[in-house]
Structure formats: structure tokens, C-alpha cells
């Protein structure tokens, strides 16, 4: 086994960087990088790796390192560096530095020429004829300069490091220096120059989990997966991500045959093990602190690696003196270290500090040391706030109380569920169910198994929490069986799985007699078979009981937002919430109070937006007064959305999408995302960026079919809004296999469909599209094109303009309502009121230059016939927009219409539409396309000019400007990305 990495890990980014500076250099763009970082964080590693891949492309490199042993040397890392010049076997030819030549001679004494006793040259001096060494050292294949350890260097070699890195700009030398981040004139030297923009500083971070896992792999010369990943999670704890620490722990755990190969992979025996050095390094220094100081270490170290030291004086009855002087004692030891971050506290070295002092103790004296612990903090911190709670669970599980740990650890998850760290919500709660399983608590474990419901649910781990739905008879209390079913009914619908949420509902209304206050309708979602996820038979077990009027509503709101999700169900949905809303305010249930109002703000949000508005700030309100910030991110989501709706801003969903993230709430999280996709990106025209991040959500929401059938509409929306009517259908097709006849196909028919039969110039078919609408009516399609685009076809096909719902007010439907009416006042000769509206239109479309140019060209035939606005100058600019947004069928149109307008009209290279996106959107040109490929066949310029029949300058142009349209650095990447693309 290499005790060290044969590979660098974790550094791809820094090592991209340095390779860039390396080639800025070459290209003669000198320049310096210092890496910052603490000890053992890899930054002489980085610099090596950097050297030797320069090495290879035949620079000279050129080491040297400060250090702090021994006398002060004047120059020592600079001195270092240039010796190697000397003993190279190709030698550098020194003499034109002239005069400046003699001045190296305070460095490298083979060069001094001159006597002995002659005062040493300034120091400006030599740092010029360092840098005119080092322009003659790189002026042939470049030159790296490592200076290492600068935070150990004397203040000469300092001066003449900041003289090159201020000067170093048109030479072909890189420096890269090394330091620690503490404060030294080194680093200071370093900020300085990085704020005036003459070098770049990085501090190097630890190393993440996925990348010890690779370090441990390559020390062991194996592969990743033959590492058990809790082997690589325990190293990483243990080294806090420090490479350095990695290795030697690695080495400590092979030596002393903890850690052993065997056909299936690497084992490790014990991962609670301290490696034998470090615990006998440690007993050697307790040792030293004496008796009373050993004790309190050992108090300390039950607290874990941060500990309070009033805490551990209140544990072990210590005076003050004895404290103060135990704790300046252990810092000298270096067991211990002042926590700058707070007053008062402090941290172990290391978290294998800790650990070893623990293997000191017996577990008796374990227990009893975290009895007194967990006392000591319940006295000096009332209530327990902040983790305090948690700490005292942990401390009281290890002495022994099975059943308050147990409640502590249930208090800690619900607070930490009510402050949206779900995450850590479901940690703690399991924890809590798992010491509780005996306990005679019916309703704390009631209370546990909901909350964790819930945070699962939040979380998207839906079949974990059906799992759950055997232990919902170990509680057989009747109002907690409600609770139960109604948050796994919450969870279900959160992931989409309909039928699942729906199958609770029934079951606890068949078994505790809540009647269904909605009528009876063909198709009601039972649970299939006899027994759906078990929801049935644990009903039976739970105790039977009257329901309350608050029962009702709690299971009426869940049900109302299931049958949201279902075509033709709105109005049932209705009922039930409002029903819901009101015996929940009349019985104080928030959740319920939240559901409904976000059932009655999504139904309103069609026909009433205002009123929609109006539901959603009472949820709003609500959650911040009863501090449910999870159930807030809901009701912000959907404020988002109303908000992207009205006035064309996504801003509010993209802190709603961060919110989600930062607390774990996935469906949330993911579900922002696709509407910002939706309203911003594809309705904003830049499809690119859609196209990536639908993907991206696709990717990691592959388990929550509710934003799964989402991402599949918005990606048809996507693909029809640039008349790629194959990607659509295909699109369209995975949301019906996804979730069958879903109300989110009202969005396909609408705004995918009818807009991609527009762009193809097929009106009539488009009109067929919209009236399909009215058969998937979720009760909330606003863009699906009833109260917009529809009126504006309507009017064009020579209808009266209609009376206009509140939902045509919405910003995207305002744009083709407003060019209704321009349509029908300029019919009637109103030229005055039919340019009015087109302004309205033009301003209400701001946000969507597609739908702009495609309402303008509807438009336009009529402007023109009627003899009214400026058809003239829109149909060019839709017809620009079309034609370099490849929609030839729309182009077309426009252009044909500018010609029966008298008007002339740019002649378009055809074949434009044959260009991938990539290269549309870089700005290639159809024949520039023609060049590239055949560049894909690896032909050269000749062979190339022969085929198109050009010249093979001509095609060296090309290949130039495809290079820089593509921004790939010479012709065989760009060789290989056209085979890429052309397959």
C-alpha cells in the first residue's frame, strides 16, 4: 500500500485554473498564483502536479522552499530554485544578463564575478535580475517557479517575490507559491497583489467525502468500489477532509490490521478504533495534566469535540482556578484550543482526540460521566434551547436513560422540523422512535411517527414513509390514527402517487365513520384491491372512536388537494375545502387552515386572480404566525407562481426554490424549479438553458412522479415553442404514460399544441387544440390558452371579440387579448383605439419575445387590410426573430405577407434549419455548417475548398471563425467535437 496518493484528488478545478495561468504564461502572459490553505491541505501536492504536467510540455521548473529550521538564510527558497540551474545538464546561457549578471551572485555564488568584499547590490537590483533570469529561462519552453512555505521565508526572498509577481506580465514564467492561511507578510503580500488584480490567490478547501473515498481507493490501489463506503466516511470524519490526515490515518489502520482486504473488498474491523500511535500519544499528554486535570479532560471529551468550559466545571465541581489552569495546560499539550467562534468554548485538536481519551475510560465511568454532563447543562441552560436538547439526549442515551433520551430526541426533531431542517428532523426523530419502541408513552410515539411522516414526505422519501404504516397499530389511539393517515396522505400527494393518498383517505373514513362530503363520481379512486399499502387493516387495529368536526377537516383538506391532481375533480375539491377551511378555523387546526387555503388559491387563480391572491396571504399569514415554515414554502411556491402568472416575474420563485433547498424540502425544491424553468426560460425564449436544467431536475426527481409529469409538459411546451412538433409528442406521450389523462395535458393542448400548429401556419389546427382544453379543465389552467390565445384566434377567424374573465388579465393572456381587441377596433375602423391596444399588447409581452413576433405576425394580415398600426415594421422583426430562431414555416409567412405589401424582402440562405442548436446559437452560418462537416472526416483545407467548391483560403476563414464561434482552442479539438456533433 503507497502511503501516499498516487493520484491528486479533489483538485480539478484549481488544477484547470493553474493549467490556464501555465498556458496564459506560454502564450507570453507571465503571471503568479498563490494557494493558500492549512497544513496538509495539498497545496505543495497542487504545485507539484502543475510543475511536472509543465515539465512534461517541456518547461524548466524551478523549486524552492522556506522553512523555519535553523538560522535565518537571506534567499534561501530563491536560492534553492537557481541552484538547479547549475546542475542541469543543459545550462542556461547567462551572459546576456549583462551587468545584471553579478548580482545573482548573492544567490548563486558561481555567478558573483566579482570580489569577495564588494558591497552586496540593493535589493531592487536583484530582484530585476532575477526577473531578466527568469524571462531567459522560459524564453524557450516556459518556466514554472515553485516557491513553497512562504509564511516560513525571510523578508529578502519576500521583497523580490512581490518585485516579480508586479512584473512578471510579459515574460513566460508562472510562480506559484505556497503559505498557510494564518496571517504572515507573505500572505499579506499575496492579498495585496490579488485586490490589484496582478496574480490570483486561492485558498484550497477540504476534501469532501466522495473525494477521500477516491484517495482511499488510490492509497489502496483499488478500486471505489471495493472501498466500503462507511470505511471512506469514517476517515473523512475522523481527517475533516485533510489529505494529508487521510493518509496516515490509512496507514495507521493497515498497519494495525484494522483495516483488511478480502475477496469482497476492504473491511474495516472497528471503525470506533483510535489508531495505537495516536492513543498512546494522547495518554502520554493526559498523563501530564495530572489527576484532576485528566478528569476534567475525560468530561470534556464526553461532550464531544466542542465543548463549554462552564459545563465542565458544573460536571466535575471544579473551582475557577483549577479550570483556568487545566485548560491553559491542555492548549499547551495541544489536546485542546480556544474556539474563536465563541467565548468560552473550546475544541479538540482533532476529532481523533476526543476519541482517544474516550478509550481511556471503562464504560462505567463513561455513563457516569454523562449523567453528570447532561446534568450540568439542564441546570446552566433552562429549557434546553438551540442543540442543547439534542447534546443532553445523546449524553443521556450514553448513561443509560433508554426513555429520556428518547423524549429529548423526539423535542429536538420536532424543533428542528419547525425551523424547515428537515434533514436533521428525521435523524433525530429516528433516534427518538428507535429508544421509544417499549415505551408506555402512546402519544409522544404517536407524535414522533407523525412528525416523521411528515419530514419524509417533505423529504420525497415516499416509500419509507408508507413503510411506516405497520407501526400505526403499536399507537391505537383514535385521534392520532387520523393525524396519521392524513400526513401520509399529505406525503403521497406531494410525490404524485394519487392512488395511494387517496386509498388512506378511505381507509380511516370506512373505519372511524367520517363521512365523504363530497357527491358520489364515476371513477372515485378506492383502494385497489382489498387492502391498499396496508391502509386498511391498520385501521382496523387503531381503537375505535367518534369523529370530531375537527377529524373531518383534517381529512377533507387532504383530500381536496389529491383531487386537485385529478381531471374534472375541481369542483369537489371546492367543496371539501371550503368545508374543510371552516370547521378547521373553528377548531384551531393550522395544517387543515393551510390546505384548504391552498386549495381554494389554486381554483381561484383561473377565474378570480385577485381572490386567488387574497387566499394565498391568509396561508402566508398564518404559517409565519404559527411558524410552520415548511408549509410556508408551500404557499410561497404558489405566490410565485401566481405572481409569474400576473406580472411575468419569476424573482419570487427563485428564493422559494433556495428556501426548499436549504431545508431538505426536495418535492418543494424541485417543483420551484420547474416553474422557474417554465415561466422564465421557456415562455423567456432562452430554450438552451430550459433544455439543461429541465434535465437536471428530470435527473434527481426521477422518484417523485408529480414533478416528473411536470417536467415531461413543460418540456413539451418546450419542444413545441420551437416547432419541433416529433420532441413534443414524444414529450406529451411520456406524460400520459406517466400519470394517464392528467389535468397538466390542458397545458400540452394549449400552450404546446395550438402554439406549435401556429409556428407550422396551421391556424385551423390550433383552434382544434384549444377547444381540447375544455375536456382536461383542472380548474386552474390559466395558460392553457382558454383566456388568451383562443380569443385572439377566435377574433381573427372573424368573431365578435367576447366579454374577457379575470384571467385574461393575467400578463401572458394579456398580450393576445389586447391584440383582440385591436383586431376588432381596427375591423370597425377605430385606427386610434386599435393602435392603443397593440402598445398594451407590445408592453404585456415584454417577457416573451417568442409569443411578441408570433402575436405581431397574427396580426399583421389584419393591420394591413384594415389599414391600422405599423404592420410593416413588425413583420420584419418577427420575420428576423423566426428566421435566426429556425422556424421556417413563420419566417415564411412573414415574409410572403411583406411581399404582398409591396414591400422588399432580404434574401435567407436556405438550410439554415439544418443547423444543430448549438451551432445556431453560437452564430454559425449555413455555410460555415458545410465546413464543419466535413471537418469531421478529418479532411484538410484543400480537400475541403475541392468538395464545396471554394477556395482554400476560404475555408481557413471558415475554420478560424468556427473556432472562435465554438471557443475550442485549435483544429483537432474542433476535429473531434464536429465528429461528436455529426453523429
Known amino acids: ?66 522553512s523555519s529550521v535553523g538560522p535565518v538564510v537571506p534567499f534561501r527558497p530563491l536560492a534553492e530554485a537557481l541552484f538547479s540551474l547549475t546542475r542541469d545538464t543543459e545550462p542556461v546561457d547567462v551572459g546576456e544578463l549583462g551587468p545584471y549578471l553579478p548580482a545573482l551572485g548573492v544567490l548563486v555564488p558561481d555567478w558573483r564575478g566579482v570580489p569577495d568584499d564588494d558591497p552586496a547590490p540593493p535589493l531592487l537590483v536583484v530582484a530585476e535580475a532575477v526577473l531578466r533570469l527568469l524571462a531567459v529561462v522560459g524564453r524557450a519552453g516556459g518556466c514554472v517557479l515553485v516557491l513553497d512555505d512562504l509564511h516560513d521565508t525571510d523578508a529578502e526572498t519576500l521583497f523580490v517575490l512581490e518585485y516579480l509577481v508586479n512584473n512578471l506580465e510579459s515574460v513566460r514564467v508562472l510562480l506559484i507559491g505556497t503559505l498557510r492561511a494564518d496571517p504572515s507578510a507573505a500572505r499579506d503580500i499575496a492579498r495585496s497583489a490579488a485586490r490589484r488584480g496582478v496574480c490570483a490567490l486561492r485558498t484550497l478547501p477540504r476534501l469532501g467525502p466522495a473525494a477521500v473515498h477516491d484517495v482511499v481507493a488510490a492509497c489502496l490501489g483499488t478500486d471505489r468500489a471495493r472501498v466500503p463506503a462507511e470505511t471512506a466516511a469514517h476517515l473523512w470524519q475522523l481527517s475533516t477532509g485533510i489529505p494529508f490526515l487521510v493518509e496516515e490515518l490509512l496507514h495507521e489502520l493497515v498497519h494495525d490490521r484494522l483495516l483488511t482486504e478480502h475477496p469482497g473488498g476492504w473491511q474495516l474491523a472497528d471503525t470506533g478504533t483510535v489508531p495505537a500511535a495516536l492513543a498512546g500519544s494522547v495518554a502520554t499528554r493526559m498523563a501530564r495534566l495530572g489527576s484532576e486535570g485528566a478528569g476534567l479532560l475525560a468530561v470534556a471529551a464526553v461532550l464531544g469535540r466542542r465543548f463549554a468550559a462552564p459545563v465542565v466545571q458544573r460536571a466535575a465541581g471544579a473551582d475557577d482556578r483549577t479550570v483556568a489552569v487545566f485548560l491553559d495546560a491542555a492548549a499547551d499539550a495541544q489536546l485542546v484550543e480556544p474556539d474563536p467562534a465563541a467565548l468560552g468554548w473550546y475544541v479538540f485538536g482533532h476529532p481523533l482526540t476526543a476519541e482517544a481519551v474516550l478509550t481511556q475510560l471503562s464504560p462505567t465511568r463513561r455513563a457516569e460521566l454523562a449523567r453528570l454532563a447532561a446534568d450540568a447543562i439542564e441546570l446552566l441552560y433552562l429549557g434546553l434551547p438551540g442543540d442543547w436538547c439534542a447534546r443532553v439526549a445523546e449524553l443521556r442515551q450514553l448513561a443509560g436513560d433508554r426513555a429520556t433520551a428518547g423524549r429529548l430526541f423526539a423535542t429536538a426533531g420536532q424543533r428542528a422540523l419547525e425551523t424547515a431542517a428537515t434533514g436533521t428532523a428525521i435523524a433525530l426523530l429516528d433516534r427518538a422512535d428507535a429508544l421509544l419502541t417499549d415505551s408506555p408513552d402512546l402519544p409522544l410515539r404517536g407524535t414522533v411517527l407523525e412528525s416523521l411522516v411528515h419530514a419524509l414526505g417533505e423529504t420525497g422519501q415516499v416509500d419509507r414513509a408508507f413503510s411506516l404504516t405497520a407501526r400505526f397499530s403499536e399507537i391505537g389511539l383514535f385521534d392520532r390514527a387520523v393525524a396519521l393517515h392524513a400526513r401520509l396522505a399529505w406525503a403521497a400527494c406531494l410525490a404524485g402517487r394519487i392512488d395511494d393518498g387517496l386509498a388512506q383517505v378511505t381507509a380511516v373514513r370506512a373505519r372511524h365513520g367520517i363521512p365523504d362530503r363530497r357527491p358520489a363520481a364515476p371513477g372515485d379512486h378506492e383502494p385497489a384491491g382489498p387492502d391498499r399499502h396496508g391502509a386498511v387493516a391498520v385501521a382496523r387495529h387503531t381503537r375505535g372512536g367518534t369523529a370530531s368536526d375537527r377529524h373531518r377537516a383534517a381529512i377533507d383538506a387532504v383530500q381536496a388537494l389529491l383531487l386537485l391532481e385529478l381531471p374534472g375533480r375541481a369542483t369537489e375539491a371546492g367543496r371539501l375545502a371550503a368545508v374543510a377551511l371552516d370547521q378547521a378555523e373553528r377548531h384551531d387546526d393550522p395544517v387543515a387552515v393551510c390546505q384548504a387555503l391552498l386549495v381554494l388559491g389554486v381554483l381561484a387563480c383561473e377565474p378570480d386572480p385577485a381572490r386567488a391572491r387574497g387566499y394565498l396571504e391568509r396561508a402566508r399569514q398564518l404559517t409565519e404566525a404559527r411558524r410552520m415554515p415548511l408549509w410556508r414554502t408551500h404557499v410561497l411556491l404558489r405566490l410565485g407562481e401566481l405572481s409569474a402568472l400576473t406580472d411575468g416575474d419569476t424573482g419570487g420563485l427563485v428564493p422559494v426554490r433556495r428556501q426548499a433547498e436549504d431545508s431538505g424540502a426536495v418535492v418543494a425544491a424541485h417543483s420551484a424549479e420547474v416553474a422557474v424553468v417554465l415561466h422564465g426560460l421557456v415562455l423567456g425564449g432562452d430554450y438552451r438553458a430550459a433544455a439543461q436544467r429541465l434535465a437536471e431536475v428530470t435527473t434527481a426527481a426521477a422518484h417523485l412522479p408529480s414533478v416528473v409529469r411536470r417536467t415531461h409538459a413543460v418540456r413539451a411546451v418546450l419542444a413545441a415553442h420551437q416547432a419541433d412538433r416529433t420532441a413534443m409528442a414524444e414529450a406529451i406521450g411520456a406524460l400520459r404514460s406517466a400519470g394517464g389523462d392528467h389535468p397538466d395535458l390542458a397545458l400540452c393542448q394549449g400552450l404546446a399544441q395550438a402554439f406549435c400548429a401556429l409556428l407550422e401556419e396551421d391556424r385551423d389546427r390550433a383552434r382544434r387544440d384549444l377547444k381540447l382544453v375544455r375536456t382536461h379543465d383542472t380548474g386552474g389552467s390559466p395558460l392553457s390558452g382558454q383566456h388568451g390565445l383562443a380569443i385572439l384566434l377566435d377574433v381573427l377567424a372573424g368573431e365578435e371579440e367576447p366579454d374577457t374573465a379575470p384571467a385574461s388579465r393575467l400578463r401572458w393572456n394579456r398580450q393576445f387579448t389586447a391584440l383582440a381587441r385591436a383586431v376588432a377596433r381596427g375591423r370597425r375602423g377605430d385606427a386610434a383605439g386599435a393602435g392603443a391596444a397593440v402598445r398594451e399588447a407590445q408592453e404585456a409581452a415584454r417577457p416573451y419575445p417568442m409569443a411578441g413576433h408570433l402575436g405581431a405576425r397574427l396580426v399583421a394580415e389584419a393591420a394591413l387590410a384594415d389599414g391600422w398600426g405599423d404592420p410593416v415594421p413588425w413583420l420584419r422583426a418577427a420575420e428576423e426573430y423566426f428566421h435566426d430562431a429556425a422556424v421556417p414555416a413563420t419566417a415564411g409567412a412573414c415574409r410572403a405577407l411583406l411581399r404582398r405589401a409591396g414591400e422588399s424582402v432580404r434574401q435567407r440562405r436556405p438550410g439554415l434549419h439544418r443547423l444543430p442548436r448549438e451551432l445556431r446559437d453560437a452564430g454559425v452560418t449555413v455555410r460555415e455548417y458545410d465546413v464543419f462537416r466535413l471537418l469531421a472526416h478529418r479532411l484538410g483545407n484543400t480537400d475541403i475548398a475541392r468538395r464545396l467548391l471554394i477556395s482554400p483560403k476560404t475555408v481557413e476563414k471558415h475554420v478560424a471563425s468556427l473556432m472562435t464561434k465554438t471557443k475550442l482552442r485549435d483544429r483537432v479539438t474542433l476535429f473531434d467535437y464536429a465528429a461528436t456533433i455529426s453523429r
Open 1 to 66: 500500500m503507497l502511503i501516499r496518493s498516487p493520484e491528486l484528488v479533489g483538485r480539478d478545478e484549481e488544477l484547470r485554473e493553474l493549467t490556464t495561468a501555465f498556458d496564459d504564461a506560454l502564450a507570453g502572459r507571465g503571471g503568479a498564483v498563490f494557494l493558500a490553505g492549512e497544513s496538509g491541505i495539498g497545496k505543495s501536492r497542487l504545485a507539484r502536479e502543475v510543475a511536472a504536467r509543465a515539465a512534461g510540455r517541456g518547461a524548466r521548473v524551478l523549486r524552492g522552499q522556506g
